[in-house]
């Protein structure tokens, strides 16, 4: 099994950044992409971005331009950069880790606040 821990988030004023990085422990080799969901009061949880073993990045259209995800393939983590926050991107954020092994691993999620 695979367990995440994220950490980061908080409140922000609308402009601003925040970071948001989450690490992977158990059975992290069968891991072949990490990423971020969110998910808005009322909303369905949506992906946000997510990142292969290999580096190749996948941003989601409400945060391109915006936001930026990273990883170590190595350690098993991931890194959320959220520049230019938007009152819309509030929501809790979730760290994801999939792969082989059916490997669907959810962390507790983390809180994100955009004041306008």
């Known amino acids: 099994q695979v367990q995440l821990v994220e950490s980061g988030g908080g409140l922000v004023q609308s402009g601003g950044s925040l970071g948001l990085s989450c690490a992977a422990s158990?059975?992290?080799?069968?891991?072949?992409?990490m990423g971020w969901y969110r998910q808005a009061p009322g909303k369905q949880r949506e992906l946000v971005a997510f990142i292969t073993s290999s580096g190749i990045a996948t941003i989601a259209d409400p945060v391109k331009g915006r936001f930026t995800i990273s990883g170590d393939n190595a350690k098993k983590t991931v890194n959320l950069h959220m520049n230019s926050l938007k009152p819309e991107d509030t929501a809790v954020y979730y760290c994801?880790?999939?792969?082989?092994?059916?490997?669907?691993?959810w962390g507790q999620g983390t809180q994100v606040t955009v004041s306008s």
């Open positions: 994801n880790a999939r792969g082989r092994r059916s490997t669907d691993a």
């Open positions: 158990g059975s992290i080799s069968s891991i072949n992409t």
